[in-house]
């Protein structure tokens, strides 16, 4: 399940988003610490599920768990939306668009339906044309990902999306070459092509994880971002996560994560 990906992404990455030490041994650090916690990420995955389990609103779903859960780490337009119920969209190509698409690339077999149900969760607050975008790379690498598409593959469509002669951080670029040059960018295009070649260079999902704690950068969201690719990718995570889930998410979360 991508949703599981991404939302053990988010905690492991938690413990580092803002206080990632310089010299972290990346390749070794305990993953899954008590100073681990779910954040805005997870929140907002499951509310995305919920949505489209329900065929509800995604603002409807987003504003709800957003007030349920008012302290997960939201952004500050994000979280100025949530509590005012006569906001729009507000033009944002953040990564939160991306963050919390990952079951919808999960639950659609066809890609023009991840397509069109993608930019529909993005719309309702990130409208501007790379927040969608962000969204609908990020959904469809998990379908592909899920329907057994190779890495090949997967680079040769994120590469139309994400070329380096158009974006400073493109998918072309090797991770050793982000590892030296790499700015903390909380935007889309900032993250998702990152968080895609962290995949790409990866051999499990803990490798990917530790790919992005490699880099100076927004942890728990590209461990989100990328966790759905990587978890459809190799058939699970490799850890016990049912133990991980009932130790990091409440009773609620727990709840829908297993619907």
């Known amino acids: 399940m991508a949703i599981i990906g991404a939302i053990l992404g988010d905690i492991a990455g938690s413990q580092f988003e803002f206080t990632r030490p310089?010299?972290?041994d990346w390749q070794h650090c305990e993953l899954f610490t008590d100073k681990c916690h779910f954040t805005d990420d997870t929140v907002m995955t499951l509310a995305t599920k919920m949505a489209v389990f329900n065929k509800g609103s995604?603002?409807?779903y987003y504003r709800e768990f957003g007030r349920q859960y008012p302290h997960a780490g939201y952004g500050g337009m994000f979280h100025w939306w949530i509590k005012h119920n006569d906001e729009g969209p507000y033009g944002s190509f953040g990564n939160g668009s991306a963050m919390r698409c990952s079951?919808?690339?999960e639950h659609y077999q066809l890609i023009p339906d991840v397509r069109v149900y993608a930019r529909m969760s993005a719309d309702c607050t990130h409208n501007h044309e790379e927040g969608i975008k962000?969204?609908?790379?990020?959904a469809v690498c998990i379908n592909l990902a899920k329907n057994g598409k190779s890495k090949e593959d997967i680079?040769?469509?994120?590469?139309?999306e994400y070329p380096s002669s158009k974006y400073k951080y493109g998918i072309d670029q090797t991770l050793d070459s982000y590892r030296e040059t790499y700015k903390w960018d909380v935007t889309c295009q900032g993250s998702v092509p990152v968080a895609i070649r962290c995949f790409l260079e990866s051999e499990s999902y803990e490798s990917f994880i530790r790919n992005v704690l490699s880099l100076p950068c927004d942890t728990d969201t590209l461990c989100a971002i990328g966790g759905g690719i990587a978890e459809e990718f190799y058939h699970g995570t490799g850890f016990d996560e049912d133990t991980l889930l009932r130790r990091y998410l409440d009773n609620n979360l727990y709840r829908i994560v297993k619907m």
């Open 22 to 24: 310089d010299d972290l």
């Open 155 to 160: 680079y040769e469509y994120v590469s139309t």
């Open 103 to 105: 079951y919808i690339g």
């Open 134 to 138: 962000g969204a609908v790379v990020t």
């Open 58 to 60: 995604f603002t409807k």
